[in-house]
């Protein structure tokens, strides 16, 4: 098993661009989510997803959007780029509630 | 919401010393307490988890406590090691039922050899 997986590693991004952040697992887990790290902060929830078709809003989804049309991806959508969104990102997934949550390995994005 | 606070945010111990990190959580009907270890640049792995009924939990070098009434929740690593070396953070789940973790700040851990 690959766990999960995340495309691109590494991203620089213009003002008011946008991008996809891909989030792919292979765990058969029900539950994704998508984090953003910023320096010296821990991880703070942005969507999440219990399921195919069910997603729902965490502690900071401005400016982020989600859609989970199969169980395995989860893709994280930024519409017109802030630099307030230079962040590292972390897609995880789990089998349950309650359940641990794997991470996937990052994706570092820089807007200038 | 649940509001999770860490201590210290930064560690510094001899290799073979004992390391001790706390958090405080603020919402009563949270139930579940993971911790995980970040190395840098890596991704965080879990390392240990407790559930509100359970008081303590240990898996070798790693122990977790949990005082509900207090409401807090400590991660303890004895012998360490300089592979101990790491951020570590600890998170509740936000309330009873609730999908979403709400994480500490991190505590920068280094086992000095």
């Known amino acids: 098993n690959a766990g999960v997986t995340q495309t691109p590693k590494f991203r620089i991004l213009k003002i008011g661009q946008s991008m996809t952040l891909q989030c792919t697992q292979d765990m058969n887990h029900n539950y994704m989510y998508w984090y953003r790290q910023d320096p010296g902060m821990g991880l703070k929830l942005i969507y999440y997803?219990?399921?195919?078709?069910?997603?729902d809003k965490g502690e900071v989804p401005n400016g982020y959007n989600v859609s989970r049309s199969t169980t395995e991806d989860f893709p994280l959508r930024l519409e017109l780029a802030a630099p307030s969104q230079t962040s590292v990102y972390f897609c995880?997934?789990?089998?349950?509630?309650?359940?641990?949550?794997?991470f996937g390995p990052g994706t570092r994005l820089t807007v200038l | 919401g649940e509001n999770v606070e860490q201590h210290p945010s930064t560690l510094s111990v001899q290799e073979g010393d004992s390391a001790v990190i706390k958090c405080t959580y603020s919402d009563s009907a949270s139930n579940y307490f993971p911790w995980y270890k970040q190395e840098l640049g890596k991704r965080p792995q879990l390392i240990i988890d407790i559930r509100s009924n359970v008081g303590e939990k240990k898996d070798q070098r790693i122990a977790v406590t949990l005082n509900k009434t207090a409401k807090h929740f400590s991660l303890h690593i004895t012998e360490t090691q300089p592979e101990d070396s790491a951020v570590y953070f600890c998170?509740?789940?936000?309330?009873?039922?609730?999908?979403?973790?709400?994480f500490g700040k991190g505590t920068k851990l280094s086992v000095i050899p």
């Open positions: 997803s219990v399921g195919a078709g069910i997603t």
């Open positions: 995880a997934s789990s089998y349950s509630m309650g359940d641990t949550q794997y």
């Open positions: 998170a509740a789940s936000s309330g009873a039922g609730s999908y979403q973790l709400t």
